[in-house]
């Protein structure tokens, strides 16, 4: 199992980012797929999930309305558009196999994401 991720940099507050998964060596459209946070000096935290198809998502309170999570299982590739970013948006982001209450038998290495003006 590969997830790389991409996508993460330096951006102001307010600003956007589009995030990127591509998924390796497993059945990607079989699976519900989560993309998680860590700040920080702070544990993992669930931002989003989204289900094999693609037609059920879900978002943690602090990013929903900001966050939108998406698939291409054409293209084995997971994304997260991240706009409106606050400065606690600052994280390593991952993506990983699973929903909200089992992510994480595989995860990425994580793309850094930094909100600083």
């Known amino acids: 199992v590969q997830l790389v991720e991409s996508g993460g940099g330096l951006v102001q507050p307010g600003g956007s980012l589009r995030l990127s998964c591509v998924a390796a060596?497993?059945?990607?459209?079989?699976?519900?797929m989560s993309w998680v946070r860590q700040a920080p000096g702070k544990g993992l935290e669930w931002v989003s999930s989204i289900s094999s198809g693609g037609y059920r998502t879900s978002y943690a309170d602090s990013v929903r309305g900001r966050f939108i999570i998406s698939r291409d299982n054409t293209k084995n590739t997971l994304y997260l558009q991240v706009n409106m970013l606050k400065t606690e948006d600052t994280g390593v982001y991952f993506c990983?196999?699973?929903?909200?209450?089992?992510?994480?038998?595989?995860r990425g290495q994580g793309t850094q994401v930094t909100v600083s003006s």
């Open positions: 990983a196999t699973g929903g909200r209450s089992d992510y994480g038998a595989y």
């Open positions: 060596g497993f059945t990607f459209n079989a699976f519900e």
